[in-house]
């Protein structure tokens, strides 16, 4: 799909000039400076801090969707505005981060998707109650549901970010939705979730039938993650109360703009995809 051409009935920032990259301007946004120099797409509008990408019509999208999908579960979410910059079209976000904060990545360090079940065990030590380490695992787990949700396929060390606070840590804004919703290039293709495919028995599909289960997956582990934590149980249900014709039709009317037959049978075609897992793993 070709950029999205916003409508004048919108509000849409005209973003002007980037913010520069150095050492003390990533200090200010409170970002390592490695990340701001790889990623410097910052702007200064309006005295906010803000992040544009620019993307074409299906991946802004697919940002919309997920941003409100999020919210679904009451997971905290950047707010994506629509924006243009050297004429072409986008979308901006708030810089969330404090600069009293202190943040942490979700890197091989934290969660090696690997070994997930240790790694529940693992940061326990961040709390310092069991208290607030059984509330953290409960809007975890709604995190990982999210992302199976999504077939979300991009965390990586930047995309996953945990903030620091008194009693432990946190789930930060979650804030990258490139790579979800995949359009499948052939008649098979694989479902990806970079948590999803470590903890779930992944089937592969011909387009909406399961053909053939993904032999690295250990069901055996699946279950024994579903003893150890019932809250992941209640999380991956909540996939099945999400209404993606809902959602599409908020970002229609936020977009001012309709969803073509074929787009609209995508994300359908997504949701049944994901719900169809959840239905066969008979967690009820």
């Known amino acids: 799909m070709s950029e999205i051409k916003f409508s004048e009935t919108i509000e849409v920032l005209n973003l002007k000039e980037r913010f520069p990259y150095s050492r003390n301007n990533a200090k200010l946004l409170n970002i390592d400076a490695f990340t701001m120099n ?17 993307r074409k019509a ?18 905290p979410v950047i707010h994506f505005i629509p ?49 607030f380490y059984q509330l953290f695992l409960k809007k975890f787990f709604d995190l990982i549901s999210f992302h199976i949700y999504l077939g979300l396929g991009d965390i990586c060390s930047y995309n996953l970010l945990f903030e620091k606070e008194r009693e432990g840590i946190k789930i930060a804004p979650i804030y990258d939705f490139d790579g979800c919703f995949e359009t499948p290039l052939s008649p098979y293709y694989r479902y990806v979730s970079d948590f999803g495919r470590f903890i779930l028995p992944t089937p ?56 073509s037959d074929d787009l609209f049978e995508h994300y359908i075609e997504q949701d049944d995809i994901k719900k169809d897992i959840i239905r066969d793993l008979k967690l009820k």
Do not use: C, M
């Open 204 to 259: 592969i599909f011909y387009k909406k039938k399961a053909i053939k289960t993904d032999e690295r997956n250990d069901l055996k582990n699946f279950e024994t993650l579903l003893q150890l934590y019932p809250d992941f149980r209640t999380s991956l249900l909540k996939i099945l109360d999400v209404s993606v014709e809902k959602i599409i039709e908020e970002v229609e009317k936020f977009l001012d703009f309709s969803f």
């Open 58 to 75: 299906q991946d802004l999208i697919n940002h919309l969707l997920a941003e409100r999908i999020a919210k679904e579960y009451e997971l």
């Open 83 to 131: 924006a243009v910059f050297n004429g072409h079209s986008g979308l901006a976000s708030l810089n969330f981060r404090q600069s009293s904060k202190v943040y942490i990545y979700g890197d091989n360090d934290l969660f090696p998707f690997e070994g997930i079940l240790a790694n529940l065990s693992f940061i326990e030590k961040f709390f310092k109650t069991p208290s």
């Open 38 to 54: 790889l990623y410097d797409s910052w702007f200064f509008y309006e005295n906010n801090f803000y992040y544009f990408k620019k």
